[in-house]
């Protein structure tokens, strides 16, 4: 029987490519969505593409309100910055920076795996392309690991070791894309715009878009979904 | 204008404790409850209640279903242990537990605090009478605040230096409720049972209601709720 794990599954490209690294690494991978308020939809309706198209054990979807507390373009009536430059990207943090996204997309995965017995969890955060978000850094990952083996009663009682396993965090978006090829990701499932239209076609001018477009030049590879024109 | 501060609270006796000394500090209250899937929904009314006696700024009540993992007595249709003993709870971490409940409540409190512009945030967390709950200790804790001040935009600014205040960690649920008491707190308007009857009468035989009875007496105070024959 292998090992379970608990991967953090948002639609986009970055964590479809995490979860077929963990089910690579011989984890029997169980797929968390959070469906957080977002605008759009078309970001869970790509997670559960991808979850289709992997073999996975399970995919749950757990519905929380974060637009409740507002703050952010990515669940408020905030308008989307387009056509920044890679600059002005890396120049801080955007406005589509969820408060404390990752803190509690963690804590619901880490309720998860405790619930499943399992003790890995993967998520797809990564800190070259990371758009300022500090909840992607190395330093924040380390800190929830450590939290969760004094959160749970089975780190207390010695049943598990948590591990906050994060296969693309020094990797560049051009190399998440070659590693997700190879491994068979298919890439016209995943959604990754902050901005799509009514159909779901992403708008090709957000920062979300021009790091996915950049990185599928630099990978040398078609990136497979189709743009506004 | 007052420091701001985010209080969680549940309804229960010592997060309205909690409430009460946060706003005798001098902090402006939010008050943040979590829908999260109980049994029961007298926690929650009663927490809108205490919300109400209390001078606060604002509560929010967000819902999110921790039910949907399972694996515990408050969420799902496991039997709630009546009529132990002391020592029997003192034994061990309970069915009541609640997978990785803190760690997700603190979580959102976090984002509802940097939303607000909050750097401080409460939680009536009890090491004393604690019923085995890891995510109740001074250490989980700590380990909470260090996350929280790597986690947000606002700490990695320099705007927010985070702090999980828990003023009744150490304390006994004697001296709690009489702290409370004090303070003007009516705790006819609190809910603690696990296992209330479909009226909202609390069952005097859970482990919840055992240790608040005690805390009570201990207290030489009257506990105003009614309990079952």
Same mark, same amino acid.
């Given at each position: 029987?292998?090992?379970?794990?608990?991967?953090?599954?948002?639609?986009?490209?970055?964590?479809?490519?995490?979860?077929?690294?963990?089910?690579?690494?011989?984890?029997?991978?169980?797929?968390?969505?959070?469906?957080?308020?977002?605008?759009?939809? =078309? +970001?869970?309706? %790509?997670?559960?593409?991808?979850? !289709? @198209?992997? *073999?996975? /054990?399970?995919?749950?979807?757990?519905?929380?309100?974060?637009?409740?507390?507002?703050?952010?373009?990515?669940?408020?009536?905030?308008?989307?910055?387009?056509?920044?430059?890679?600059?002005?990207?890396?120049?801080?943090?955007?406005?589509?920076?969820?408060?404390?996204?990752?803190?509690?997309?963690?804590?619901?995965?880490?309720?998860?795996?405790?619930?499943?017995?399992?003790?890995?969890?993967?998520?797809?955060?990564?800190?070259?392309?990371?758009?300022?978000?500090?909840?992607?850094?190395?330093?924040?990952?380390?800190? =929830? +690991?450590?939290? %969760?083996?004094?959160?749970?009663? !089975? @780190?207390? *009682?010695? /049943?598990?070791?948590?591990?906050?396993?994060?296969?693309?965090?020094?990797?560049?978006?051009?190399?998440?894309?070659?590693?997700?090829?190879?491994?068979?990701?298919?890439?016209?499932?995943?959604?990754?715009?902050?901005?799509?239209?009514?159909?779901?076609?992403?708008?090709?001018?957000?920062?979300?878009?021009?790091?996915?477009?950049?990185?599928?030049?630099?990978?040398?590879?078609?990136?497979?979904?189709?743009?506004?024109?």
């Amino acid at each position: 029987m292998p090992t379970p794990a608990v991967v953090l599954l948002s639609g986009g490209l970055d964590s479809a490519t995490t979860a077929a690294i963990a089910a690579a690494e011989g984890f029997r991978v169980y797929a968390l969505s959070i469906d957080y308020g977002q605008r759009h939809r =078309f +970001e869970l309706e %790509s997670a559960k593409c991808v979850a !289709a @198209a992997l *073999e996975i /054990a399970q995919h749950k979807i757990v519905k929380i309100d974060l637009a409740a507390f507002g703050g952010s373009a990515l669940t408020d009536d905030i308008v989307v910055p387009q056509n920044r430059s890679d600059l002005q990207i890396a120049a801080g943090i955007p406005i589509t920076y969820v408060p404390a996204r990752n803190t509690v997309f963690l804590s619901l995965a880490l309720g998860y795996a405790e619930v499943l017995g399992a003790a890995d969890i993967f998520v797809g955060v990564n800190a070259v392309d990371y758009s300022g978000y500090p909840d992607c850094r190395p330093e924040f990952i380390a800190a =929830f +690991e450590k939290l %969760s083996n004094l959160a749970t009663k !089975a @780190a207390v *009682e010695g /049943a598990a070791n948590y591990r906050i396993h994060t296969p693309l965090i020094n990797r560049t978006k051009a190399e998440i894309i070659r590693r997700g090829t190879e491994l068979g990701v298919d890439y016209g499932l995943t959604h990754t715009c902050y901005a799509p239209n009514e159909a779901g076609i992403s708008c090709g001018r957000c920062d979300a878009c021009h790091l996915r477009q950049k990185g599928f030049a630099e990978a040398g590879i078609v990136d497979p979904i189709p743009y506004q024109a």
